[in-house]
């Protein structure tokens, strides 16, 4: 970015020709009409704090149209230029309807005067001065029927003038979306994210110097991930401020602001589910997903940790915990959207406190209650004290860490069962257990495995389909898992039940005491 504060200049809502009673002019037999035009000036995009604009560059770029040393004088030539190389595939697209949405036509007589409707364009504030870049230009515009956005660079052979405000035009950018879209997804907040990159003169002159299409899209994910990682001025400033202030600190500071910023919205955690038909649809769906998220995992950890602890730990036992805990955290915790859910680190950490406990002779209860109560202990002075301003210090890369360690411990666990399951087949069938006489038992295990995941990921990538309806997209993407869950319980159930089969533990005695 340039050294000068720099802004979106863009051009919204209505430009368009007022047809009511025109004048005419004696002398020269003209019509005369009012043009409506609507500007508004609006920050650019921040790459280092929004997310969403370095993943629309990821997605977009790579069905982006790069059309270079276009020759064209007439802007409306161009656009239907880039229209016409959109994929047929992805969406049809005629340039009449394109046409109608980007500019506004005089209806009268044979006049046509192109006006563009939307657009964004780059201001530079020195001092009292504002300077509007006419070197390049975006055009947006959203049209119904449309599963996919589109987006189309045109780099002009000359510095070409298309009229008032555009006298030296050597960029164009179209952005064509969905009407219906989600409102970090519209045509206007797509075309801000690439009017940034735009607004960047070091940017545009490298493109001016490249030669080909994979050059031009590899110079703007450049610049991209440089912005991502680069601090914007105003930000800095505040973290100077930020970071000169001194500001007395006593113990449960940390605790008392939570609660204080928090308290006003206690009520809402609870009524927000309920407050009209598609938060009461969501509410459905989001707890039928955890049950089916959450009951599956208790019941296989809880397996785990049965064979871990030698049955000290059970299955009935670990949905208890997950059932109280969650409760009591909800209810008291000050944040009713956090849910409780065991992990496979935790497994470990109960496998590794079995194996202290039993090499030292301890009682296993005793042990894992007195680390409870420690762990505790240790949460509640990292409260008070306000241990949690440490966090600023880890990067993402922890974050990513530690989320690949728990994907790499499942894992490992899911291989695992894999191969206990095979090795449990004995041909001699000298056990009297039945899964280690029967051959079929391992292949159904893998069978209900991958098509578990196959289902629920292929439901769930239906979000983004071009077919069926919005609100059935929404329905089978949310019920995904369950889903998958249901139908491969059928079908190992009822298609495959002469294999043998044995769960170790009897569900209808979770609540039997």
């Known amino acids: ?30 019509q005369v009409f009012l043009l409506n035009s609507v500007q508004q000036a609006i920050p650019p995009k921040d790459f280092f704090v929004e997310i969403r604009g370095i993943l629309d560059v990821e997605h977009l770029l790579d069905n982006a149209i790069v059309i270079l040393d276009a020759s064209e004088t007439q802007i409306d030539t161009i656009i239907q230029r880039v229209v016409d190389e959109i994929n047929p595939t992805r969406d049809v697209i005629l340039y009449r309807d394109v046409e109608s949405k980007i500019f506004s036509y005089s209806d009268f007589s044979d006049l046509r005067v192109p006006s563009i409707r939307h657009k964004l364009q780059g201001v530079f504030v020195k001092t009292n001065d504002v300077i509007v870049d006419q070197s390049w230009l975006t055009i947006y515009c959203s049209i119904d029927g449309l599963f996919h956005r589109h987006i189309g660079f045109v780099r002009m052979n000359l510095p070409t003038n298309f009229g008032p405000g555009l006298g ?73 401020k930020v970071v000169h202030k001194k500001e007395r600190w006593w113990p449960c500071k940390g605790i008392i602001n939570d609660f204080k910023r928090r308290k006003q919205c206690y009520i809402s955690d609870y009524t927000d589910g309920f407050c009209d038909a598609r938060a009461i649809q969501k509410t459905i769906s989001s707890a039928v997903f955890l049950y089916f998220a959450i009951l599956p995992t208790a019941i296989a950890l809880g397996m785990l940790n049965d064979s871990n602890t030698h049955g000290l730990i059970t299955v009935k036992k670990e949905i208890l915990a997950q059932w109280i805990g969650g409760l009591i955290f909800g209810v008291f915790g000050g944040q009713l959207f956090l849910i409780m859910l065991s992990t496979a680190p935790i497994s470990i950490y109960i496998e590794v406190i079995h194996q202290i406990s039993e090499t030292g002779g301890y009682d296993f209860f005793k042990m894992f209650t007195t680390t409870g109560i420690w762990c505790s202990a240790f949460l509640i002075l990292f409260a008070i004290f306000q241990f ?72 769930y990538n239906f979000r983004t389909t071009p077919f069926l309806t919005k609100t059935k997209r929404e329905l089978l993407s949310d019920y995904a898992l369950p889903i998958g869950v249901i139908i491969m319980s059928f079908i190992g159930s009822f298609c495959f039940k002469d294999v043998p089969s044995k769960f170790i533990f009897n569900v209808s005695k979770i609540f039997v005491p």
Request: aromatic content about 8%; overall charge negative; proline content about 3%.
């Open 1 to 30: 970015m340039s050294d000068t504060s720099s802004i979106i200049s863009s051009t919204e809502g209505s430009i368009h020709f007022d047809i009511e009673e025109p004048t005419l002019s004696a002398a020269n037999n003209e």
């Open 168 to 240: 030296d035009v050597q960029f164009i950018l179209l952005v064509i979306a969905p009407m219906v879209e989600k409102g970090t997804k519209t045509a206007f907040e797509t075309s801000r994210t690439f009017s940034t990159l735009l607004c960047d003169p070091a940017l545009r002159q490298r493109l001016l110097d490249v030669h080909d299409k994979a050059n031009f899209i590899q110079e703007i994910n450049i610049t991209v991930d440089r912005m991502a990682f680069q601090l914007p001025t105003q930000l800095e400033r505040k973290i100077e």
């Open 388 to 459: 949690s301003a440490l966090m600023k210090y880890a990067k993402r890369s922890l974050e990513e860490l530690f989320g690949l360690f728990i994907a790499i411990a499942l894992i490992y666990k899911a291989m695992q069962a894999i191969i206990t399951t095979f090795q449990r087949y004995d041909p001699s069938c000298s056990t009297y257990d039945p899964l280690s006489c029967d051959r079929s038992v391992g292949l159904l295990f893998v069978l209900l495995l991958c098509g578990t995941l196959w289902i629920s990921l292929t439901l």
